[in-house]
């Protein structure tokens, strides 16, 4: 298993403005992801965090609303850019390993932003 | 990726087995049916993965017909800390992205006294 530390746990912030949200994990990881759950709707994939390269944005999202960083096999950035009401939600980081037998996905508990 | 269909929500009493369905009609030879849990104001929670042969661990039982085209979780004896989002997903094992998950609607269980 893996534990995934996300920061901050919650904020409330004002539209136009920019919010970066960190994803710690206490091992190497192959895959990360970033989702997005909507007051009241199931989760919703923005994009796959890439070590070293561009991530990969799902159809939707897109890099300059959702820059993403990954320096390395243990940590990732999301940054909601010029914020909106509309963007309020629950944004989760999550990990996976590759060529293992357990192919199960990890959860953060997820950053609450609300846009005022 | 495979659609699911779950039921919108369910009622257990607390102390009876819950038992959740999830159609999969679609299901392709080489995916597997994982099950997740979301409870409130928490990141999802693995629960359970099978091929085609019924699974247990010690948190569930994951019962797949013989055609896979269906699927119950069980939870034996549902306690008030199971209340929570159920979700039934299908994914192919093992490829570049087994851990990028396509959530649907999901099942709300609510377990009560």
């Known amino acids: 298993s893996a534990v995934i530390s996300q920061k901050p746990s919650r904020d409330i912030c004002q539209r136009g403005t920019s919010l970066t949200i960190q994803c710690q994990v206490d091992s190497q990881v192959t895959m990360m992801f970033w989702y997005r759950q909507q007051p009241g709707q199931s989760l919703t994939l923005i994009a796959t965090?890439?070590?070293?390269?561009?991530?990969?944005?799902e159809s939707g999202f897109v890099i300059d609303k959702f820059p993403i960083s990954r320096p390395n096999l243990t940590f990732s950035t999301l940054t909601v850019s010029n914020m909106s009401p509309e963007d309020s939600s629950i944004y989760l980081c999550?990990?996976?390993?590759?060529?293992?037998?357990?192919?199960?996905?990890?959860f953060g508990q997820g950053t609450r932003l609300t846009v005022v | 990726d495979a659609k699911t269909t779950q039921p919108t929500s369910m009622d257990c009493a607390e102390g009876r087995a819950a038992n959740l369905p999830c159609n999969h009609s679609t299901i392709s030879g080489n995916e597997y049916v994982y099950w997740y849990r979301q409870i409130h104001s928490q990141g999802p929670q693995y629960i359970i993965h099978g091929l085609k042969n019924n699974e247990t661990n010690e948190m569930a039982s994951l019962i797949i017909t013989e055609d896979r085209k269906s699927s119950t979780l069980i939870l034996p004896h549902a306690t008030l800390r199971d209340t929570a989002v159920y979700y039934c997903?299908?994914?192919?094992?093992?490829?570049?992205?087994?851990?990028?998950?396509?959530f649907g609607t999901g099942t709300r269980l609510q377990v009560t006294l």
């Open positions: 965090a890439n070590q070293g390269s561009e991530a990969t944005y």
């Open positions: 997903i299908v994914r192919p094992f093992n490829t570049g992205t087994a851990s990028k998950l396509t």
């Open positions: 999550s990990v996976g390993q590759l060529g293992q037998k357990n192919t199960e996905a990890f």
